[in-house]
């Protein structure tokens, strides 16, 4: 009897394990197609918003739900925002990639406050890209909360933050390690790590707020 329960037990955890894997590489797929479909430019950062919006869902229980039609869904419904958020962030992203380039030309001949600014500035920005689309993912507010939010939020709870960081390091090191990994699992568990620990805040701060 014990061995037919431990069985049961070893195909139930091996259907789920497959279940997800399944789950991350049709995520990781339309994210690709849908990037393409936007012609890039207008596409990544609505496929984005859409891979942690499915992931959103997922983790709070919605595990059946129809990948196509939901990623379509959220991709439509936030093209607009995602688009202008992910815009103003890469016109300052190039910004600073001038300054620092301006810095290392400059090093030994400026004071040690102004990369020390450019340094901290840069920390802040990273930690506004962490959070952003997540807070659009979750909550309805113009573009300026979002952004302002990001950075109260990800200060605020900097251990979040840091795990949310290491989650897209983490990522970042495997898909150069094992390239093979890049067009099936890569962005999906990026986008389903980092909105694990956004929604261990953000579900705090709706609990408070009701």
Not at 37 to 52: C, K, N, S, Y
Not at 115 to 132: A, D, E, K, S, V
Not at 190 to 196: Q, V
Request: glycine share 8%; aromatic share 18%; with cysteine.
């Amino acid at each position: 009897m014990k061995a037919t329960m431990d069985g049961k037990r070893i195909v139930s955890t091996l259907d789920r394990l497959f279940q997800w894997i399944m789950r991350l590489a049709a995520v990781n797929g339309l994210w690709i197609l849908f990037t393409i479909f936007g012609l890039f430019v207008g596409g990544i950062f609505p496929a984005t918003v859409a891979a942690l919006g499915v992931s959103r869902k997922w983790i709070m229980g919605e595990q059946e739900l129809k990948l196509w039609k939901t990623f379509k869904q959220i991709y439509f419904q936030e093209f607009a925002g995602a688009n202008i958020l992910g815009w103003i962030l890469l016109v300052v992203g190039g910004l600073l990639y001038l300054n620092y380039k301006v810095l290392a030309e400059a090093a030994g001949e400026i004071l040690f406050i102004i990369p020390f600014m450019f340094y901290l500035i840069l920390f802040f920005y990273c930690i506004i890209i962490l959070w952003t689309f997540p807070l659009l993912v979750h909550y309805k507010a113009s573009w300026f909360q979002h952004l302002r939010n990001a950075l109260i939020i990800g200060l605020s709870k900097i251990h979040y933050t840091a795990a949310s960081g290491l989650v897209i390091v983490g990522v970042i090191f495997f898909s150069l390690e094992f390239p093979g990994m890049i067009p099936f699992f890569s962005i999906s568990i990026a986008a389903l790590g980092c909105m694990w620990f956004s929604l261990q805040i953000f579900q705090k701060m709706d609990t408070r707020v009701s």
